[in-house]
């Protein structure tokens, strides 16, 4: 059975930086695509940042020039954010394996909480 755990989550200042890591049993990254999802309370999921099948990186606007998305081992996904704000505030997901327009892994996320 495929399970994605993400780590690395907490509460940091505002300005401060976190890396949140995303760890697969069952399954290796290399030749899948890959992404990172945030939801923050009332508001609906958004896709954070993906790797595509040809290793193309992509960011949404809010966290572009902050956040960075990376492939460790063939078993890990990294997201490094930095000049963290309160907006980043909420629970972060790693996906990975589109297919159909459909993510077939999740992980169960990891909290993020900037304070001002």
């Known amino acids: 059975q495929v399970q994605l755990v993400e780590s690395g989550g907490g509460s940091v200042q505002a300005g401060g930086s976190l890396k949140l890591s995303c760890v697969a049993s069952?399954?290796?990254?290399?030749?899948?695509?890959m992404a990172w999802y945030r939801q923050a309370p009332g508001k609906e999921r958004e896709e954070v940042s993906r790797i595509n099948v040809a290793g193309e990186v992509f960011y949404s606007s809010s966290v572009k020039g902050r956040f960075t998305i990376y492939q460790g081992n063939s078993n890990t996904l990294y997201l490094q954010m930095n000049s963290l704000s309160i907006e980043d505030t909420a629970m972060y997901y790693c996906a990975a394996y589109r297919r159909n327009n459909d993510w077939q892994y999740w992980g169960q996320g990891t909290q993020v909480t900037v304070s001002s």
């Open positions: 069952g399954y290796t990254f290399n030749g899948r695509s």
